[in-house]
T-cell receptor, first 112, second 112 residues
Framework: ETGVTQSPTHLIKTRGQQVTLRCSSQ?????VSWYQQALGQGPQFIFQ???????GRGNFPPRFSGLQFPNYSSELNVNALELDDSALYLC???????????FGSGTRLTVV | QKEVEQDPGPLSVPEGAIVSLNCTYS??????FMWYRQYSRKGPELLMY????GNKEDGRFTAQVDKSSKYISLFIRDSQPSDSATYLCAMSVEVYGNKLVFGAGTILRVKS
């Protein structure tokens, strides 16, 4: 399997709810990063996981959390959703901690 | 002030034109520079990457970095309608860094 796949592609949630987004890394890639891209903006770094450990975090509150599994797939969890959490959530994987990231097509989250 | 500034456009050019896309940045510690292309409803795709100052050419694309001016550019020669997309500059502090800092993206439209 090649490429980074994310699910679901679209999601609508109500303010205050919780959401889990999923990412399957490109084959052989052991590093995964999550980014939030608001409409008309560039992606913002949320955090990165390397070999199942968090390895760097951006300026996002603790209600944004993640996991990486032994097969290097990953989840992004967001609790207590706010309207401003509406965005495209991108997963990117790489081999090691190099900058050659491969991005998935993202999950479009709408909070109403 | 944002760490990375990028003119959002849109930039509209006729087919065959030379396109110049630019970013400025404030963090002098950045040493690894990238350009990504993002089509609508897709994740970013890595086009070019350069380390420190200098030029790099790949087909119709040329990336330039001027660290003394904190200014990077992407030139597209013989632009095609298929080049119509959002172009994002990104940079990081470490060569094997875990956090990419993106510009807001420039929307490019190439008219046939």
């Amino acid at each position: 399997e090649t490429g980074v796949t994310q699910s679901p592609t679209h999601l609508i949630k109500t303010r205050g709810q919780q959401v889990t987004l999923r990412c399957s890394s490109q084959s052989g890639h052991n590093t995964v990063s999550w980014y939030q891209q608001a409409l008309g903006q560039g992606p913002q770094f949320i955090f990165q996981y390397y070999r199942e450990e968090e390895n760097g975090r951006g300026n996002f509150p603790p209600r944004f959390s993640g996991l990486q599994f032994p097969n290097y797939s990953s989840e992004l969890n967001v609790n207590a959703l706010e309207l401003d959490d509406s965005a495209l959530y991108l997963c990117a994987s790489s081999l090691g901690q190099a900058n050659g990231y491969t991005f998935g097509s993202g999950t479009r989250l709408t909070v109403v | 002030q944002k760490e990375v500034e990028q003119d959002p456009g849109p930039l509209s050019v006729p087919e065959g034109a030379i396109v110049s896309l630019n970013c400025t940045y404030s963090n002098s510690a950045f040493q690894y520079f990238m350009w990504y292309r993002q089509y609508s409803r897709k994740g970013p795709e890595l086009l070019m990457y350069t380390y420190s100052s200098g030029n790099k050419e790949d087909g119709r694309f040329t990336a330039q970095v001027d660290k003394s001016s904190k200014y990077i550019s992407l030139f597209i020669r013989d632009s095609q309608p298929s080049d119509s997309a959002t172009y994002l500059c990104a940079m990081s502090v470490e060569v094997y860094g875990n956090k990419l800092v993106f510009g807001a993206g420039t929307i490019l439209r190439v008219k046939s």
